[in-house]
C-alpha cells in the first residue's frame, strides 16, 4: 500500500455458501476507497480506488491469514451482539442502577 492512510478491515460472521463455510471481508481507505474479499479462496470480487497491485496484496493478504481470520469470524454472533448493545448498553442499565439504589433492605 502506497497511500499513508489508514486502511481498516472489517470481517462477517461465517456462513455457508455452496456447502463451504464462508466469511466476507471488507477493507475500506479513506472516505472512497473499498475492497471486497471472500474467504476461503482470497478473491477480491469487487473494489474502487485500489491499484491491481493493491488489490493482489489485499489478496494475498487474505490468503495468508485465512485461517485467523476464519477463526476470529467464528465468534463473530450478530444476534448476541445486538442483544447485548440493545438490553445491555450504559443508557439501558441506567434505571436499573437506580431501581437498585431505592429496594428496600
Known sequence: MNRS???RMTYS???MHKGEKTVRV??????KDFAEGILPGGTIEKSSGFSPEELQQLSDYLVYHAAD???K?????PIRDWIREKYF???SLFP????LCY???
Do not use: T, Y
Not at 471488507?26 to 472516505?31: A, D
Not at 436499573?96 to 431501581?99: K, P, Q, S, T, V
Open 26 to 31: 471488507s477493507f475500506e481507505r479513506g472516505e
Open 96 to 99: 436499573f442502577a437506580i431501581l
Open 103 to 105: 429496594l428496600p433492605e
Open 73 to 77: 469470524a467464528k465468534e463473530v454472533n
Open 5 to 7: 492512510e489508514e486502511l
Open 13 to 15: 460472521g461465517l456462513f
Open 89 to 91: 448498553s450504559r443508557q
Open 69 to 71: 481470520i476464519m477463526k
